[in-house]
């Protein structure tokens, strides 16, 4: 599904009207109906993840569904590029419980860096 229509459909799921999502958003409601019916390309990233919040969805979804990706990735890739890259290629094409998996052992092992004992 496409950023707008899934939006509109969250929103009208959770019996959120126009006007108040607009008013939670800090839009105008003329806006929030162009950015639904794709008039206008989705919003940035504050006021995506502003909208996730409020629908309570996924915010790193909801990104991908707005053609972007949190302005933190960039970063942690350019940090160690290779490694990340490389990491990134062979994730590629894992299944979602494999890289479910992958998250969870990623965790386990940054904990453990933190915690000297």
Sequence with gaps: MRFGPFVRTQRIERGIT????ARRLSVSPTYVSQVERENFSPPAEPCVRRIA???????DELLALAGRVADDLPEIIRSQPRVMAAFLRTAHGLSSQDLQQLVVQAQS?????????
Aim: glycine share 0%; net charge neutral; proline share 5%.
């Design 53 to 59: 919040r409020i629908l309570e969805v996924d915010e």
């Design 109 to 117: 092992l940054k904990n453990r860096h933190r915690d000297p004992s």
């Design 18 to 21: 126009l006007r108040d999502f």
